[in-house]
Nanobody, 124 residues
Framework: QLQLVESGGGLVQPGGSLRLSCAAS????????IGWFRQAPGKQREGVSC????????KYADSVKGRFTISRDNAKNTVYLEMNSLKPEDTAVYYC?????????????????WGKGTLVTVSS
């Protein structure tokens, strides 16, 4: 069974950090670009960050630039989202998704597989 499983969410104070993981089972992430998305209560899902197949291209939403870092470890079949300087407005369910797109860059559309999400709550 092809699955993506997110982990690492939780409750953190403003200014704190979390590292989210996106692990694949049943397939290898080597051939997929990966995106991280989030959906806050009452809001539409938005693209947060993505990384190309090669790992050489990354993209970030303006709201997280300079605070979040995406990376991939193909040997561990896992993609990470390091989140620093967290703000209450970062509170959301975070999802990872895999895209068969093999271009040099990455995108927030055309995802083929989705995880079920992990909740991040930023609150004092």
């Amino acid at each position: 069974q092809l699955q993506l499983v997110e982990s690492g969410g939780g409750l953190v104070q403003p200014g704190g950090s979390l590292r989210l993981s996106c692990a694949a089972s049943g397939f290898t992430l080597d051939y997929y670009a990966i995106g991280w998305f989030r959906q806050a209560p009452g809001k539409q899902r938005e693209g947060v960050s993505c990384i190309s197949v090669s790992g050489g291209w990354t993209k970030y939403a303006d709201s997280v630039k300079g605070r979040f870092t995406i990376s991939r470890d193909n040997a561990k079949n896992t993609v990470y989202l390091e989140m620093n300087s967290l703000k209450p407005e970062d509170t959301a369910v975070y999802y990872c998704a895999a895209d068969r797109y093999r271009g040099f860059d990455c995108r927030y559309s055309g995802m083929d597989f989705w995880g079920k999400g992990t909740l991040v709550t930023v609150s004092s």
